[in-house]
């Protein structure tokens, strides 16, 4: 029988790939199970095994209000587009409500697959 110290919550969240190693991507993906200590997700691409990766998951469905946990951990392993990866560290944060009179940034979708990284006024 497998015994873990952390108990993993089978969930299926949204979550983004925001940079693997030095390189910042951009990848959806979905989790499987989270743990306090790490997460099993698909992914839409191969992803470098061993080497640090950064994610974000978000956790509520409601987008102009969304809560969002960005890790920062590990792969630990791949098999096919399943990916495990450690949470090594972690914050919450919630995204300012987007406003509707407002022009998209240069290069930003317009609607939201995943949220870009903004600093906290």
Do not use: W
């Not at 080497?51 to 951990?73: F, Q, W």
């Not at 560290?89 to 995943?114: C, K, N, V």
């Amino acid at each position: 029988m497998e015994q873990r110290r952390n108990r993993r919550f089978d969930l299926a969240l949204p979550l983004a790939i925001v940079r693997q190693g030095d390189d910042a991507v951009l990848q959806a993906g979905e989790t499987k199970n989270i743990s306090s200590r790490g997460v099993l997700f698909t992914a839409e691409r191969k992803i470098d095994f061993g080497g640090p990766i950064e994610y974000v998951v978000t956790l509520s469905g409601d987008t102009e209000a969304a809560v969002n946990i960005r890790c920062i951990g590990f792969v630990l392993r791949q098999d096919g587009l399943e990916v495990a990866a450690t949470m090594e560290r972690h914050e919450f944060f919630r995204l300012p409500p987007a406003d509707p009179t407002s022009e998209p940034i240069a290069g930003e979708p317009e609607s939201g697959a995943t949220p870009r990284e903004r600093t906290p006024a």
